[in-house]
């Protein structure tokens, strides 16, 4: 089974993405909880800036002295990583691929059908890669789950490509 993942067609770069490697992606989400928060529109800028700032502000009052529940935090990280539910907004790799003006749509092919659907649909959705801190063989390598969580229990699986059109 392929692990890895395509977008081509209507794009000024063909893309080719290999999921395993997300883990590590500082813009995975926890899946377990997306869909139940309530999200404000920010832009990437805005969210670095953000934190940025509370980094700024943190190192000025306490200064740049570790805390001692450093390594605590740390594990706790990696139970996080190891037992976790992960997706990835698919977003950042549509802008990366450069999408032409005319393109309207996006047809997904997995292992037994292609769909299609619209471009603005799956611009916003996010790529489940890992369940219970594994990544998605049996069906993956990624799950497309809609923004909405409308498709939270039957998400799109099987992906193979993505193809703007």
């Not at 067609?9 to 909880?33: A, E, M, N, Q, S």
């Not at 700032?53 to 990280?77: L, N, T």
């Amino acid at each position: 089974m392929s692990e890895i993942l395509f977008i081509n067609g209507k794009v000024r770069f063909p893309i080719t993405i290999d999921p395993t490697v997300w883990i590590f992606d500082d813009r995975k989400v926890d899946l377990t909880t997306y869909f139940d928060e309530t999200r404000e529109n920010t832009s990437e800028l805005e969210t670095y800036l953000k934190n940025t700032s509370e980094h700024w502000d943190r190192e000025i009052r306490d200064g740049a002295a570790f805390p001692p529940i450093q390594q605590s935090v740390k594990k706790y990280k990696k139970e996080q990583l190891i037992t976790g539910t992960f997706g990835i907004p698919f977003h950042p790799f549509l802008a990366n691929a450069e999408i032409l003006e005319d393109a309207t749509q996006v047809e997904i092919e997995t292992v037994d059908h292609t769909m299609t659907l619209p471009l603005e649909t799956v611009k916003n959705a996010i790529l489940g890669f890992s369940k219970e801190g594994k990544p998605l063989k049996e069906d993956g390598p990624v799950h497309l789950y809609f923004n909405d969580g409308s498709n939270q229990q039957n998400p799109i699986r099987n992906i193979r490509q993505f193809t703007i059109i």
